[in-house]
């Protein structure tokens, strides 16, 4: 291996072909969503569905193999007296595994496409149909007929989505704190999930308005802690789950967020994911399993960031061209004028957010560790991006901040990704825990 | 594809300065900045590291092929040592890797090989001007063409170890571009003036210098007709500069997270404190941001990319953090971040010269 910086050719085609989807389906219909809160962007959901069902469907063999590869190793880790379940999720993949995943640009992949996409609008971008972080927590956990169960329907037919329910009014950040239940019901045997949660992103999309599902966090023991918290595959069509309210907010507004009641609302025995033995005293495998697909979430909420921030620096740099203040490169800062100081300090700070987003992918599709990469590429990619998109408003003077540009809305899109998948302080707070070697008590 | 692992070779390398910046530059840089003088043993033993030499292509002596990537990666590790002794050592680059970019075979196997031997090579090079607004491509030193020979005024600064120098590479303006002339000290009209006192690296020898009607054949025009391109030394300079810059911090970084865990206030670390520990984080954040926008630059301007952008965006942020990181680190040690004893104010002072210093070092 040697350090490269350089875009492979088969994601640069496929990137000319997000940018059409960009500029024809999402741009047009940027401003009209905005204005029109829980309007859905057909246009744009048309146009991805063929294309998102086909990657459904490589997803799902890829997650299958891996599943039956891993349900081997668990019996073998098993037979030696060790827990099973999702604790073989950390257990070192196999020689086979790891020569197949070298190879995997998957992630890659992924992170420049969403990049595009929220360029496009990311608002937009999050209505895409498929499994989402509901789909890839089954991808990731789930059996192979779980998998089969869950995901074919995003393979085919109208389009359909999911969600991952893990917020709640009392819990956000604090998620080893949320208090929905599920209890097991052996007289059906079945469980049965209460509780209220929040802020789920295309919730009402999986729930009411597709056939879709939504994996729901809950706790099967709350004495337990976060040891007792558990992955379930909550399906549309559920008696006892109501849509109880759908947000307004500052941005992202094409983007639905749903209120979601769980009352008594019973699913299958094998809806759970994962082990559903409580494993006390070796450290919580499920919650930690949770944690873990954070890893591989913030990278791609980081790109999406930086696509925003993108869209926001070149239409301030070319608009701003147009009027005659051009960027220029080479000259020492004192012959800059302050707006194109201004102007490379948002290139830059765009290019340093992306870079570490770049190396948190990397790492993630050679299959090693990246926590703190993937944190410091969140953190670093919310904050720059805040302040490029603001910055934007400001040198665009008085139609900066009109609804006459997208600027004004690309600002308040981009704020939800220091907010999101771990706020920028929670992000920091990851970051410094790491790189101090200290635990969750040491470093408050 | 985007991938960040070494290569072996580069493992070693950067191994072997590491442990020669730990071993030698750590050991001495206080005695050094406070004395403002180097001992002459950690310049043979960092001359040794033969890493000049391993830029330079065989034909003309050397052992290696140029790779800003590779040298990159090392100057990390140097700075990481020390700063001023850093620059001490890379003077001899100031001369080489301009002859070696933009020389012709003839001035190439003319002056390289001196830069392959086993002793430290006597050369510099005096781009920098006494002025407020310096610009590398409007010079106020001038070159101008007089028959045969080229005839060069003007006020250096920053020109370091000119003292015992036996060649220069001076940058001038010609018909309104930036040149450099090859310039041997002993021509006439060569003075040096007084050593320079810096706010850091003051254990850099550097010094004032005067060109005042100094002639030397036109064949001393580095790359003969075609001359030099400014912009290209520019970004070459930058992405050296922005890997010294990371080197930097990084030290400071590290000292602070040390003590941090260390320093006991109100009964725990204070690194136990969020206050402390998001400095700390955020300067992690940073420093890794500026390496990787160092390596974009510089892995392009090996691939024959463009790298002028990338190198300016690397530059200027750099500039930006290494700032950032060192006062972060004085803050992080409080009153002792201010005493002399702790490394960090030497550190503090040092990064402030990054901002200044564009075009002044290449390596």
């Not at chain 1, 420049?112 to 999050?126: C, K, N, P, T, V």
Request: aromatic share 8%; proline share 4%; with cysteine.
């Amino acid at each position: 291996m040697a350090i490269e910086f350089k875009t492979p050719e088969v994601i640069e085609k496929q990137l000319r072909n997000v940018q059409i989807v960009a500029e024809h389906a999402m741009r047009p219909d940027s401003r009209r969503l905005d204005d029109n809160e829980h309007e859905r962007p057909w246009r744009y959901i048309n146009m991805m569905l063929p294309q998102m069902q086909e990657m459904e469907r490589a997803n799902i063999a890829a997650a299958k193999a891996r599943a039956a590869k891993k349900k081997a190793a668990a019996e073998t880790v098993k037979s030696n007296g060790h827990h099973g379940g999702l604790a073989v999720l950390e257990a070192p993949p196999t020689e086979e595994v790891v020569s197949e995943e070298r190879a995997s640009i998957a992630n890659m992949t992924l992170v420049h496409m969403i990049e595009m996409l929220s360029w496009g609008d990311a608002g937009i971008y999050l209505c895409i149909p498929g499994g989402a972080l509901g789909g890839a927590a089954i991808q990731a956990v789930g059996t192979p007929e779980q998998i089969e169960r869950f995901l074919t329907r995003y393979t085919e037919g109208p389009p359909k989505w999911g969600a991952m329910a893990m917020t709640e009014p009392q819990a956000g950040s604090d998620t080893g704190n949320i208090q929905t239940t599920a209890t097991f019901d052996p007289a059906t045997n079945e469980w049965i999930i209460n509780g209220q949660k929040i802020f789920c992103t295309n919730g009402k999309l999986a729930l009411e308005e597709s056939d879709g599902m939504v994996v729901v966090w809950a706790t099967v023991d709350k004495k337990a802690g976060r040891a007792g918290m558990k992955p379930f595959v909550v399906e549309a069509g559920t008696p006892g789950v109501i849509i109880a309210k759908v947000e307004e907010k500052l941005g992202i507004r094409a983007s639905d967020t749903a209120t979601i009641i769980f009352d008594n609302a019973r699913i299958p025995a094998d809806n759970i994911l994962g082990d559903p033995e409580v494993q006390t005293g070796v450290g919580a495998k499920g919650f930690k399993g949770a944690m873990k697909t954070f890893d591989s979430t913030r990278p791609i909420v980081a790109a999406s960031a930086i696509g925003i921030g993108r869209a926001a620096f070149e239409f301030t740099r070319d608009t701003l061209a147009k009027e005659g203040v051009k960027m220029e490169y080479g000259k020492p800062r004192w012959k800059l004028s302050a707006v194109q100081a201004d102007l490379l300090e948002m290139e830059a700070q765009l290019r340093a957010a992306w870079l570490l987003t770049l190396k948190a992918t990397a790492l993630l599709d050679a299959r090693q560790e990246n926590k703190l990469e993937s944190s410091m590429a969140k953190a670093k990619a919310g904050r720059a991006v805040t302040m490029i998109t603001q910055k934007a408003v400001e040198l665009l003077g008085p139609l900066g901040y009109s609804t006459e540009f997208l600027v004004e809305k690309w600002m308040r899109d981009a704020k939800i990704n220091d907010i999101y998948e771990g706020t920028g302080q929670i992000n920091t707070l990851i970051v410094a825990r790491e790189i101090l070697g200290y635990t969750r008590n040491e470093l408050k | 594809m985007y991938s960040f692992d070494m290569t072996s070779e580069q493992k070693m390398l950067v191994d072997t300065v590491r442990r020669y910046a730990e071993k030698n530059l750590r050991a001495v840089y206080r005695e050094a900045e406070e004395s403002k003088h180097i001992p002459e043993k950690v310049v043979q033993t960092g001359w040794e590291l033969g890493l000049l030499p391993g830029s330079i292509d065989a034909r003309y002596g050397g052992y290696g092929e140029y790779s800003a990537l590779t040298s990159a990666l090392y100057l990390e590790e140097m700075a990481w040592g020390d700063l001023g002794i850093t620059l001490h050592l890379l003077t001899p680059n100031l001369f080489a890797i301009p002859v070696a970019q933009f020389g012709n075979d003839k001035q190439k196997e003319q002056y390289l090989a001196q830069f392959c031997g086993d002793t430290f090579p006597r050369a510099t090079a005096a781009l920098v001007e006494p002025v407020i607004q310096f610009d590398p491509a409007e010079l106020q030193t001038t070159a101008v063409k007089e028959g045969e020979n080229f005839v060069i005024n003007g006020k250096k600064t920053y020109v370091p170890l000119a003292k015992q120098a036996e060649v220069f590479l001076v940058y001038a303006q010609e018909n309104g571009a930036t040149q450099a002339f090859i310039v041997p000290a002993d021509t006439p009209g060569v003075q040096i003036g007084k050593r320079v006192k810096l706010m850091g690296i003051q254990a850099l020898e550097m010094y004032e210098v005067e060109f005042e009607n100094v002639t030397v054949p036109k064949a001393n025009r580095l790359g003969g007709l075609k001359g030099i391109r400014i912009q290209r030394l520019l970004t070459l300079s930058r992405i050296t500069l922005a890997a010294l810059a990371v080197g930097l911090a990084r030290a400071a970084y590290e000292y602070a997270l040390n003590y941090a865990k260390e320093r006991v206030a109100f009964g725990e670390p204070i690194a136990h404190r969020q206050s402390i520990a998001f400095m700390l984080a955020n300067m992690r954040i940073e420093i890794e941001a500026t390496r990787l926008m160092v390596w974009e630059a510089a892995y392009k301007f090996d691939a024959g990319e463009d790298a002028a952008k990338s190198a300016q965006l690397a530059k200027q942020y750099a500039d930006k953090m290494v700032l950032e990181v060192t006062d972060g680190a004085v803050q992080v040690l409080g009153g002792h971040g201010y005493i002399r004893e702790h490394p960090v104010e030497l550190w503090l002072r040092n990064g402030r010269g990054f901002v200044t210093m564009d075009g002044a070092v290449v390596a």
